[in-house]
């Protein structure tokens, strides 16, 4: 079973502030993908990323695929209270198609 | 259009009683899951069925059953309740050659 760490597991900032959550494996992943879940709510998916090395850029939020495909970061700059949430990463799992393995997540709130 | 629907939203239940999560889509998606998420351990896959017809084992099967006796519907079947299965639930499907998952809003189970 492929396994994926998160850190930090919790991250509590102000309005303002930048940040970094962390998703590392020793295995390699074809993809990774980061979800975002609010309270009450289910995951909803942020960003997908495949390849080796690659960035994407969703408003404030940057996502990168490390170069070796076993790990990537969240980085949210100019954090606003609307962040607050949890934040999953996630890749492939098992040998079924469209599986999915998750990592622990991270509990982040962003104070006014 | 709702995309997934689950119920009950929540649901205290007895130990040894038998208890049913319903879980509807309306997306026609071929793929659907189960998961269970708890505090510090993120979202572990229950059960999944690939298409109506069949399903397969996740990561933390036993007590717990499924059924996908059409594209829409997944039920979550719980035969005799443990303390150690109060959690919250959560449904998701996926388009197949898709890579999203979508999730339901939860089901919060507590056993007592």
């Known amino acids: 079973t492929q396994l994926l760490e998160q850190s930090p597991q919790f991250l509590s900032i102000q309005e303002g502030e930048n940040l970094t959550v962390y998703c590392n494996s020793s295995s390699v992943f074809s993809s ?9 709510e289910g995951p909803v998916l942020l960003v997908t990323v495949v390849t080796g ?9 940057t996502f990168q695929f490390g170069d070796a495909r076993k790990d990537s970061s ?19 799992g098992g040998t079924s198609y469209g599986k ?8 982040l709130t962003v104070h006014p | ?23 509807t889509q309306d997306m026609r998606h071929n793929a659907m899951y189960w998961y269970r998420q708890d505090l510090g351990l993120g979202l572990r896959l229950i059960h999944y069925s690939n298409t109506a017809g069949t399903t397969g084992k996740g990561e933390v099967p036993d007590g717990y ?48």
């Open chain 2, 1 to 23: 259009i709702a995309g997934i629907t689950q119920a009950p939203t929540s649901q205290i239940l007895a130990a040894g009683r038998r208890m049913t999560l319903r879980c």
């Open chain 1, 74 to 92: 969240l980085h949210i700059t100019a954090a606003q209270p609307g962040d607050t949430g949890l934040y999953l990463c996630a890749g492939p």
């Open chain 1, 100 to 107: 999915l393995t998750f990592g622990q997540g991270t509990i």
């Open chain 2, 65 to 112: 059953s499924v059924s996908r006796a059409n594209t829409d519907d997944f039920p979550l079947t719980l035969a005799s309740a443990v303390p150690s299965q109060t959690s919250v639930y959560f449904c998701a499907s996926r388009l197949a050659g898709g890579h999203t998952q979508y999730f339901g809003p939860g089901t919060r189970l507590t056993v007592l």
């Open chain 1, 53 to 61: 090395g690659e960035v994407k850029k969703l408003k404030r939020l």
């Open chain 1, 32 to 40: 990774l993908q980061w979800y975002r879940q609010e309270p009450g």
